[in-house]
């Protein structure tokens, strides 16, 4: 079983940052792949970038390529999502969420999910 907490959403102006945190507890966190999932009201859930159990590869989806960063830290047990260059509709409940095998950037493969944290991007 693993335990996800979100942590860091808020309130940012267009353009501006914000770093998402996902603490980790439970069973050994190098071995499961992490991902960002995002849903905005009204919308389906969508995939927002992955990072496998290694750290080495990360994957992002188009609408965030080039302004998020995914990594992860093992001596924290943690990973965090960078938010730059943030838009109105980056406006979301962003979740953490954990997997086995390798990563992937559907909802559904994904076992172990967090409570949320809600990002508001004002225009």
């Known amino acids: 079983q693993v335990q996800l907490l979100e942590s860091g959403g808020g309130l940012v102006q267009a353009g501006g940052s914000l770093r998402l945190s996902c603490a980790a507890s439970?069973?050994?966190?190098?071995?499961?792949?992490m991902a960002w999932f995002r849903q905005a009201i009204g919308k389906e859930r969508e995939f927002v970038a992955t990072?496998?159990?290694?750290?080495?590869?990360?994957y992002y989806a188009d609408s965030v390529k080039g302004r998020f960063t995914i990594s992860r830290d093992y001596a924290k047990n943690t990973v965090y999502l960078q938010m730059n260059s943030l838009k109105p509709e980056d406006t979301a409940v962003y979740y953490c969420?954990?997997?086995?095998?390798?990563?992937?950037?559907?909802?559904?493969?994904?076992?172990?999910w967090g409570q949320g944290t809600q990002v508001t991007v004002s225009s």
């Open positions: 969420t954990a997997k086995t095998g390798g990563y992937a950037w559907s909802a559904d493969l994904y076992h172990y």
């Open positions: 439970g069973r050994i966190f190098s071995s499961y792949a």
């Open positions: 990072i496998n159990f290694s750290g080495v590869n990360t």
